[in-house]
Nanobody, 125 residues
Framework: QVQLVESGGGLVQAGGSLRLSCVVS????????MGWFRQAPGKERDFVAA????????HYADSVKGRFTISRDNAKNTVNLQMNSLKPEDTAVYYC??????????????????WGQGTQVTVSS
């Protein structure tokens, strides 16, 4: 059974940085695509970033381009999200997600089969 476990959330002041990690376990082969999403109170879960595991191609939401970086550590079966220049509007619960087949639109929550439990990120002004 596939499990995704996030870590690294917390409270940070505006302009600061946080690094989220997501450990993937449960299968002998890596996911095709890993994604990060976030959900603020009362809002829908929104796409943040994604990358294909083998080729390493990346995709970002416009709101985080130039500030967030998604990366992977093959040896640790981990996907990271480095978040710099954080803003109060980045406050949300952040989720990692995995899909083990090629998906048409990796920005949509519906294409992902597995989700982590979420980690809270709070940015104070």
């Amino acid at each position: 059974q596939v499990q995704l476990v996030e870590s690294g959330g917390g409270l940070v002041q505006a302009g600061g940085s946080l690094r989220l990690s997501c450990v993937v376990s449960g299968r002998t082969f890596s996911p095709y695509t890993m994604g990060w999403f976030r959900q603020a109170p009362g809002k829908e879960r929104d796409f943040v970033a994604a990358m294909t595991w083998s080729g390493g191609s990346t995709h970002y939401a416009d709101s985080v381009k130039g500030r967030f970086t998604i990366s992977r550590d093959n040896a640790k079966n981990t996907v990271n999200l480095q978040m710099n220049s954080l803003k109060p509007e980045d406050t949300a619960v952040y989720y990692c997600a995995a899909v083990y087949r090629r998906a048409l639109d990796i920005t949509k929550t519906t294409v992902y089969d597995y989700w982590g439990q979420g980690t809270q990120v709070t940015v104070s002004s």
